[in-house]
């Protein structure tokens, strides 16, 4: 993907991708966070197990995240409007998923409509960085803090608003709303349109040597569309990465439990809420709360990246240490006001997490080639944490009855994460010391 400079002119418009961006992290990140307002309506409508319900939903996340790698390649195969396509399709993807799980009479119906949305959200969430990047080449760490503050604000917005829907016309009426809502998700891939100096763009190009390119009568002209679609997404996928950058291997595995994480926290946190007799609207604003802190988490890290006043790495381990006590301080919540402040604060790390994590991936890359390959896997090894974090909370409770016992799991792998982290930074500082002193001899 070329990042030259844009026209000063269409810096203006920049911010348009940056409000789209935003718009369409909204309907993503909230309507996944309104699982959670759904849960109990799933299990007992369903009559299956909180496992199961965790797993069906939790397949939403993981497809999104699955399919990261593939979208992402694609939008840079398919030159510089391909984001801008892709988004508009996975909007309408999503749409018609998310309108049919209305339709389910069992677990692993819901499960496969939510796995079709979560496609279909796939086909935005990393395709949408590609015109940030296009855009923004000094100032991403920004500009992605900001839109990225969209699922936060989601998170905020459209559970309450779930509760006020579950209310008035069920969790099937509920959920065509939000399937309908996202089609709002199309209108802003439209309006994501790339800087003039990338309309003829064609990243794919670049498979080929200056001197190879297919050309009429060579043997490249006999391969059958299929073949050379597959010789494409090869390339593309960028496999060498975790051949040539053993940083990058070390941290799909941390963000692999982060996954975990992410997905058992946004899923839980509410009916964790109504475990312990609290009304669903107040249940429902937790998630609220945990909404204002994640816009928060998510707006600082860009100044104190830009800045310098934080590497990318060590800003993760503190973010992760107070998350970790945030889950780990769950079993005293056991009045509305402490589960309001941890929700604050769990919502805050990991929303400040997320935008970290698209910049480490970023800065692992190195170069150009890379970058949407490593977001694209940072993505896909998230979501195969969120494979095991739902039903692995949801089978906590099914087995204890408690809840308690899912989060203080999850606080166990926010320390791991922790360390870990820790652990990689200390030695990649010694080893750029012991180099340092090596070339002053």
């Excluded at 369903?46 to 939790?58: F, N």
């Excluded at 309408?92 to 939510?114: D, G, N, P, R």
């Excluded at 800087?195 to 001197?211: A, T």
Aim: hydrophobic share 50%.
């Amino acid at each position: 993907m070329a990042t030259q400079k844009p026209p000063s002119w269409e810096k203006y418009w920049g911010l348009v991708v940056v409000f789209s961006r935003f718009s369409a992290l909204f309907m993503l990140l909230g309507t996944y966070k309104s699982f959670g307002v759904l849960m109990d309506s799933y299990i007992y409508d369903l009559d299956t197990s909180a496992a199961e319900a965790g797993t069906a939903t939790v397949l939403f996340f993981a497809f999104v995240y699955f399919t990261a790698p593939i979208f992402g390649v694609l939008a840079d195969m398919m030159g510089s409007n391909g984001a801008r396509i892709l988004i508009m399709l996975g909007g309408i993807v999503s749409t018609i998923a998310m309108c049919l799980s209305a339709l389910s009479t069992t677990w692993y119906q819901l499960a496969f409509y939510l796995s079709l949305a979560g496609v279909g959200y796939g086909m935005v969430q990393v395709p949408t960085v590609a015109p940030l990047l296009m855009y923004f080449t000094d100032k991403f760490g920004l500009a992605n803090s900001i839109s990225a503050a969209g699922g936060a604000v989601g998170m905020i917005v459209l559970p309450p608003l779930t509760e006020r829907m579950i209310d008035n016309y069920g969790w099937r009426g509920a959920s065509i709303i939000l399937g309908v809502a996202s089609l709002h998700t199309t209108v802003a891939g439209a309006l994501m349109r790339p800087p003039s100096s990338f309309k003829e763009k064609r990243s794919y190009q670049r498979i080929y040597g200056n001197d190879d390119a297919p050309q009429d009568g060579t043997p490249y002209e006999s391969l059958t569309k299929v073949k050379r679609f597959a010789k494409l997404m090869q390339e593309q996928l960028s496999i060498d990465v975790f051949r040539k950058r053993p940083r990058f291997v070390v941290y799909q595995f941390i963000f692999l439990l982060a996954g975990v994480q992410f997905a058992g926290w946004h899923l839980f946190l509410v009916p964790n809420a109504l475990s312990q007799d609290i009304a669903l609207f107040d249940a429902a604003f937790l998630a609220s709360i945990g909404g204002i802190g994640n816009i928060i988490g998510r707006a600082f890290n860009g100044p104190l990246l830009d800045h310098n006043i934080f590497s990318d790495a060590m800003l993760f381990v503190l973010i992760h240490l107070v998350c970790a006590l945030s889950l780990l301080l769950d079993p005293l919540a056991t009045e509305y006001p402490l589960m309001a402040v941890l929700a604050f604060w769990a919502g805050l790390t990991i929303g400040a997490s997320y935008a970290v994590t698209i910049v480490i991936a970023k800065n692992l890359a190195e170069e150009e080639k890379y970058i949407m390959a490593a977001v694209g896997w940072t993505h896909f090894f998230m979501g195969f944490g969120a494979v095991i974090g739902g039903p692995l909370v949801g089978a906590t409770f099914d087995i204890t009855g408690y809840y308690h016992v899912g989060f203080l799991l999850m606080g166990g792998f926010e320390i791991l994460i922790t360390v870990s982290t820790f652990i990689e930074l200390m030695q990649r500082r010694y080893t750029q010391d012991l180099r340092a002193r090596y070339l002053l001899m």
